[in-house]
């Protein structure tokens, strides 16, 4: 024990030869004293002592920090690196099935890539496909956040997954004549829409602003996407601060674990402004 610090108030006063304050450190050489104190007190703590501590106490305390350890880990994988979503509902089939499990890639678009046409993407719909949602209690957000992180919950419901079709600039029209999608002015060739869905049902004709993107469902007869926001603040279109990464793969069942590759479909699209780019505006939002 340090003794030097366990001076009682006797100890303290001071001698009758000497005046009030003589031989006293002042209010700052105390508050500097008992700052300086603190590293000692730190350095008592031993490293044995810790150590003992969190490998005693049987197997149950060892389970719980073991299971500790692992949320940890995983919260800090699918908040920075992959996440996991459900896939709640049949808008995106044929490419995903109800209850897969998608491994979300959230480096896919952090070193300055941006999403491209043809990529599946997962977004926070907030602002855009809803309206600004109350933010939860501490405690529901920690439950919600961990039990995503395993793929042991739907995502929340301003989550959304969807194909991009239109980037900034991009005129998004439908339909030519032949009743196809057509992105600056040239028609393209879905082949991963749902078997006997048409490209869609709703006409529309819409140049993407800068910065955001126009997304649809595969399934699009049964996809509520950026068609259905169209007379809405930000006419259906999803900013890119919003994307939270690119579906890059199917983790569950197993029996569908697969990567996903951007089709080709989009491969012949110009730049918008380009030859054949479709510079002309557009005439608004049918029907």
């Not at 501590?53 to 995983?74: N, S």
């Not at 602002?127 to 995503?148: C, H, M, W, Y």
């Not at 993107?213 to 950026?226: A, F, I, Y």
């Not at 012949?268 to 380009?274: K, M, S």
Request: glycine share 14%; net charge positive; aromatic share 6%.
């Amino acid at each position: 024990m340090d003794t030097d610090a366990q001076l009682s108030e006797r100890d303290r006063s001071p001698a009758p030869d000497e005046a009030p304050g003589d031989g006293m450190p002042d209010q700052g050489a105390e508050q500097g004293s008992r700052s300086a104190r603190f590293p000692r007190w730190v350095r008592r703590v031993r490293v044995r002592r810790v150590w003992r501590w969190l490998t005693g106490g049987g197997p149950l305390r060892r389970l719980g920090l073991l299971l500790i350890v692992c949320l940890v880990f995983l919260l800090l994988v699918s908040s920075y690196v992959v996440q996991p979503f459900q896939i709640p509902s049949g808008s995106m089939q044929q490419t995903f099935r109800v209850g897969d499990r998608v491994l979300a890639n959230k480096l896919a678009y952090r070193f300055g890539d941006e999403p491209r046409r043809g990529d599946v993407i997962v977004f926070d719909g907030t602002g855009s496909f809803v309206q600004d949602t109350p933010s939860e209690n501490l405690v529901t957000a920690l439950i919600r956040k961990g039990a995503s992180a395993v793929g042991l919950m739907r995502p929340a419901e301003t989550d959304y997954i969807k194909r991009v079709v239109g980037v900034g600039g991009d005129r998004v029209r439908c339909c030519d004549r032949r009743g196809r999608l057509e992105v600056n002015g040239r028609p393209v060739l879905e082949e991963y829409l749902y078997p006997g869905d048409e490209p869609s049902r709703v006409p529309f004709d819409i140049v993407v602003p800068e910065g955001k993107l126009w997304v649809m469902g595969d399934h699009r007869s049964d996809s509520r996407d950026s068609r259905d926001h169209l007379g809405e603040p930000g006419g259906g279109t999803v900013p890119l601060d919003r994307v939270i990464g690119r579906a890059d793969w199917i983790g569950w069942p197993l029996g569908r674990m697969t990567s996903l590759k951007r089709p080709d479909a989009f491969a012949d699209v110009p730049d918008p402004g380009g030859p054949g780019g479709g510079t002309g505006h557009p005439g608004g939002p049918h029907g």
